[in-house]
């Protein structure tokens, strides 16, 4: 199977919440703009992501959330998060968003502090949307979202593709783009196989 082609995002479809944030101390000036989630507001599928990269100025669209203001833009991570809910059957039907809104310096991992202080922006869109579930990629994404549930993660690669319930739906981890060809054999599938669980883990609860 080969990953399907995704449209990007209308700009309308972007969701600010606020025209500013400073809650954290090196994100403000580190970012070119906030990058909100986007997508339909009664999406079946809430997509969190870790945090934007700093993004390519010389792409032609696919420029990346820190550049375009919306979370998975860009032409690497966020086409291929977007084919694979696509893939699974969620075309249309997801809201992507990042748990950290800003670009850390250096494009490093964004620090508990800063998921802490950016966790009720999350908060605010899981219930604008109120999703049947939730797909966070990577651990640090997983991470929020089970901070915000009121669990602890102990092993990320143990809960991949393992739907877990919560007040704010089922949630069911995946890798993050930047090593889902790594992991992904290891955790036993190729990409087929991988959509497939996928798509078994979030039509659960319609069953």
């Not at 599928?45 to 959330?65: F, H, I, S, T």
């Not at 669990?151 to 739906?169: A, C, K, M, Q």
Request: charged share 25%.
């Amino acid at each position: 199977m080969q990953p399907s082609e995704v449209p990007y995002p209308a700009d309308a479809e972007q969701q600010p919440l606020a025209d500013d944030c400073r809650r954290c101390a090196e994100l403000p000036s580190s970012r070119t703009c906030l990058s909100w989630g986007n997508g339909p507001t009664d999406a079946s599928v809430v997509v969190v992501g870790e945090a934007p990269a700093a993004g390519d100025p010389d792409a032609e669209r696919w420029r990346g959330g820190n550049l375009t203001g919306m979370a998975y833009t860009s032409r690497a991570s966020g086409r291929k998060v977007r084919a694979l809910v696509a893939d699974a059957g969620y075309a249309g039907d997801a809201y992507y968003t990042n748990a950290v809104k800003c670009h850390p310096p250096g494009n490093r991992d964004p620090t508990g502090d800063e998921r802490a202080n950016c966790r009720p922006w999350l908060r605010e869109e899981l219930d604008l949307v109120a999703p049947d579930a939730v797909v966070p990629t990577g651990k640090h994404a997983t991470e929020s979202v089970f901070a915000l549930a009121g669990r602890e993660l102990s092993g990320f690669l143990d809960v991949v593709l393992d739907p877990i319930g919560t007040r704010f739906g089922r949630v069911v981890p995946v890798l993050h783009p930047s090593y889902e060809e790594v992991w992904r054999s290891r955790l036993g599938y190729d990409r087929e196989g991988y959509v497939a669980a996928l798509a078994d883990a979030l039509d659960r609860d319609s069953r």
